[in-house]
Structure formats: C-alpha cells, structure tokens
C-alpha cells in the first residue's frame, strides 16, 4: 500500500485547507483510513478516522466540529477538509491505512503510512 498526501500550505488563522491522500491499492475499500499529524517537538497525534464505507467518522477533540474526513472510494482517495484553522494546527499531516473495516482512534493502529504534508497557520 502506498500512500501519498497532499494540499498542505500556508494559511492564516481562521482560514481552510483541504488534505488528499491517494492510496496506490486495489482493494481501496477494504481499508479504514486516517490522518494524523505531528507539530515540531511533539509525538505524532490521531486526527481524524473513517471506516471503509466511509459510514462512520471519528475525530479528535481538538478538532471536532471544524475538521471533515471523507473518502471516495471510486477515486481511492480520502480527504481531510480543515476549516476556521488555529496555530496550533501546524504540523506534518500525515494519512494512513487499516486493513480493516472500523476505523483506528490510535495511531498504533494504522498498518501503513505515507509521507507527510507541512500545514502551516499563520496568526
């Protein structure tokens, strides 16, 4: 499984960004998905998740209710949309594969990961 994310930038405070992440698989629909990220000094930390249906969606605390997972599997594709973002979104994104139909609330959980893309937020 090979995965490869993308959109990361620089953005100002209150602004948005959106994530993609496309996975070189066959069986795209097989897998849960998710993103994570890691600020400069700090472990790398569980974002968002979603099942291989795209049916449920988990997300952390810090970003609940301003960030959106979603997936299109015809695409093998899935996408993070971050909306009124904060400073202290900044950090590496990364997204990452579970060969598995519930997704992972822990980045232990994750089988695969790609390389990640710089979000920057601006204050």
């Known amino acids: 499984v090979q995965l490869q994310a993308s959109g990361g930038g620089l953005v100002q405070a209150g602004g948005s960004l959106r994530l993609s992440c496309a996975a070189s698989v066959r069986t795209f629909s097989s897998y849960a998905m998710g993103w994570a990220r890691q600020a400069p000094g700090k472990e790398r930390e569980f974002v968002a998740a979603i099942s291989w249906s795209g049916g449920s969606t988990y997300y952390a605390d810090s970003v609940k209710g301003r960030f959106t997972i979603s997936r299109d599997n015809a695409k093998n594709t899935v996408y993070l949309q971050m909306n009124s973002m904060k400073p202290e979104d900044t950090a590496v994104y990364y997204c990452?594969?579970?060969?598995?139909?519930?997704?992972?609330?822990?980045?232990?959980?994750?089988?695969?990961w790609g390389k990640g893309t710089l979000v920057t937020v601006s204050s």
């Open positions: 990452a594969a579970n060969p598995r139909p519930v997704a992972g609330v822990s980045v232990t959980q994750y089988n695969y």
